[in-house]
């Protein structure tokens, strides 16, 4: 690398692109301190053919997500489900989304999108989980979150759902800023464009988050328990 004030352009592209493409394999999790968060994976995304929202990708991955959020529970993982919701006459989000395109043009569906949560088969929560209801992109943004995860222990965030360059990309920001370690599943995420999918990617590996795939962070969280039993187990360490 060059010295201060030595720098030429083509060192920094080349430096950014190597940065941005880096391998950032899983990191070890710990399931008593992490949590896998599923972005609104409700019908307005995910149910085919119903929504001017619809994400074919996020229909076809919702089978993996189930069975990735199947192993952290079974591996007594936190799952938290977030899912967006405009219900109190739209008062309760964000007044500038009717002024961006992705607001405009569903006026006729207004009474009827984002006004109960309703997931489908296969990801419905159940009792141990827990769900919070969010009204912009980000989960943290007005919503118990925050708390939640600090009461928890929480220091991993796992991001899974839809869309990628949106509503995950906004909360796995919004994780990093607020100090937790983010993983951000290359295919547990979902948008309607995969050129800006492979784009969000890039970004966040480059400064918020590592990008796995769910094979990765399946045998990170397994690893992570695999040492929590070894610790539990050795002499001297039982209180």
């Known amino acids: 690398m060059s010295k201060l004030g030595s720098f030429t352009e083509a060192e920094i592209r080349?430096?950014?692109?190597?940065q941005y493409d880096s391998p950032s394999p899983a990191r070890p999790l710990d399931p008593d301190h992490t949590a896998i968060l599923v972005v609104d994976m409700?019908?307005?995304?995910?149910?085919?053919?119903?929504?001017?929202?619809?994400?074919?990708?996020?229909?076809?991955?919702?089978?993996?997500?189930?069975?990735?959020?199947?192993?952290?529970?079974?591996?007594?993982?936190?799952?938290?489900?977030?899912?967006y919701e405009t219900s109190l006459g739209g008062?309760?989000?964000?007044?500038?989304?009717?002024?961006?395109?992705?607001?405009?043009?569903?006026?006729?569906?207004?009474?009827?999108?984002?006004?109960r949560v309703a997931f489908s088969e296969p990801l419905i929560p159940t009792s141990a989980d827990l769900l919070v209801l969010k009204h912009t992109y980000s989960g943290f943004q007005g919503t118990p979150l925050l708390p939640?995860?600090?009461?928890?222990?929480?220091?991993?965030?796992?991001?899974?759902?839809?869309?990628?360059?949106?509503?995950?990309g906004a909360t796995a920001r919004e994780a990093f800023w607020h100090g937790f370690r983010v993983t951000f599943a290359s295919d547990l995420n979902s948008t309607d464009d995969p050129l800006l999918h492979e784009a969000e990617l890039r970004t966040l590996r480059r400064g918020y988050a590592s990008i796995a795939a769910a094979?990765?962070?399946?045998?990170?969280?397994?690893?992570?328990?695999?040492?929590?039993?070894?610790?539990?187990?050795l002499p001297g360490e039982r209180t």
């Open 148 to 168: 939640v995860l600090r009461n928890r222990d929480i220091t991993d965030v796992v991001v899974s759902g839809t869309m990628t360059n949106y509503c995950c």
């Open 14 to 18: 080349r430096l950014a692109r190597s």
């Open 91 to 115: 008062a309760n989000f964000p007044r500038t989304l009717q002024g961006v395109p992705i607001g405009q043009g569903v006026e006729e569906f207004e009474d009827d999108l984002f006004q």
């Open 42 to 83: 409700i019908d307005e995304f995910v149910k085919p053919n119903w929504s001017p929202y619809w994400i074919p990708d996020a229909t076809r991955q919702a089978p993996l997500i189930r069975s990735t959020v199947d192993t952290f529970r079974q591996q007594g993982a936190l799952v938290v489900f977030l899912a």
């Open 215 to 233: 094979e990765e962070i399946v045998a990170a969280l397994r690893a992570g328990a695999g040492s929590r039993r070894l610790q539990a187990a």
